[in-house]
């Protein structure tokens, strides 16, 4: 049976497909064939990279496919899927979220972005998803480690788990994307090393709950 993890938000900006693309190029540098589960067709952001990775043969190799519904996407075919889920919440993103081992939830360091991405975590929860599943990742990070503090001192007053590390909003993880790279194949080793510790935290919680 395949590895779900599903990457969801409350709104658009706050780096879904980002941490989706990270996850995907981890999962596939380490043996499991991949598929990114796309589920914004209008945008169709995952799978477009995925489409720029093959044209520049970059290794490892990771599938894409938009899908309009979960249950008609080929995850018996994979061994590990990460959904990259819409832009908003709606009926497809609790779906994801219950299908998933992990459900991921990127947010920004802004009340703008922590609020409803709070607020959605709690939808997921009254929806049926078990709250240990459920992990915020910071992304697009503008602030210094005092405010970040405080930023995972609210994630966790209400209630949830902040992974630990953050992606910062640097011009050479953009660039990486806009190529087919994931944000740990940028062109900096700082930055690398920055998405590495990421990585291996999401990688970290997902080992833990297939313990459990």
């Known amino acids: 049976m395949a590895t779900i993890i599903a990457c969801v938000s409350q709104k658009g900006g706050v780096g879904k497909s980002t941490i989706t ?4 190029r981890e999962l596939a540098a380490n043996g499991f064939k991949t598929l990114i589960a796309d589920l914004d067709q209008k ?9 720029r990775r093959n044209a ?26 990460v959904i990259d889920g819409k832009p ?11 299908l998933a081992d992990l459900v991921l939830l990127p947010t920004g360091d802004t009340l703008d972005d922590l609020k409803p991405t709070v607020l959605l975590a709690h939808e997921l929860v009254k929806a049926g998803v078990v709250g240990q599943r459920i992990a915020f990742v910071l992304c697009r990070t503008k602030s210094s480690e005092a405010r970040l503090a405080t930023t995972r001192d609210y994630i966790a007053q209400a209630g949830y788990e902040c992974l630990r590390g953050d992606l910062a909003d640097r011009a050479g993880y953009a660039d990486a994307q806009d190529s087919g790279r994931a ?8 930055l690398n090393q920055r998405a590495d510790e990421v990585a291996q935290a999401i990688a970290d919680k997902l080992a833990a709950l297939q313990e459990d």
């Open 43 to 51: 945008q169709m952001s995952s799978t477009e990279w995925v489409r």
């Open 21 to 24: 693309r990270l996850v995907a």
């Open 183 to 190: 944000v740990t194949e940028t062109k900096h080793a700082s």
């Open 56 to 81: 520049a043969a970059q290794e490892p190799t990771i599938d894409a496919q938009p899908v309009a519904r979960l249950d008609r996407a080929p995850v018996a075919a994979y061994e590990a899927v």
């Open 88 to 98: 908003h919440s709606d009926a497809d993103t609790k779906e994801a979220a219950k």
